[in-house]
């Protein structure tokens, strides 16, 4: 059984940089394909990055070169640096570990960016 907790969420000039953290409360964390993943009022939940057991990640386009995700297996936690933040990365972001092919996914924490 997993629970995913998400912080660093907030309020960000465009141009800015927020990290965002997901702790896991499991002890299989190390054997999880972990990701990101948002949404926008009015749009479906998309995919933002995603890093492999092994550290292999895989961006979205619309986040390449300015989003980088990151993994500490010893801390159960996964990262998500996001920088050269447009208003357009406004959303609620989501993190999910898939173990098993079974999703497990946090709250959400809120990323608005915005003058």
């Known amino acids: 059984q997993v629970q995913l907790v998400e912080s660093g969420g907030g309020l960000v000039q465009p141009g800015g940089s927020l990290r965002l953290s997901c702790v896991a409360s499991?002890?299989?964390?190390?054997?999880?394909?972990a990701g990101w993943y948002r949404q926008a009022p009015g749009k479906q939940r998309e995919l933002v990055a995603t890093i492999s057991r092994g550290g292999s990640t895989n961006y979205a386009d619309s986040v390449k070169g300015r989003f980088t995700i990151s993994r500490d297996n010893a801390k159960n936690t996964v990262y998500l640096q996001m920088n050269s933040l447009k208003p357009e990365d406004t959303a609620v972001y989501y993190c999910?570990?898939?173990?098993?092919?079974?999703?497990?996914w946090g709250q959400g924490t809120q990323v608005t960016v915005s003058s």
């Open positions: 999910n570990l898939k173990i098993f092919t079974v999703d497990y």
């Open positions: 499991t002890n299989i964390f190390d054997i999880a394909v």
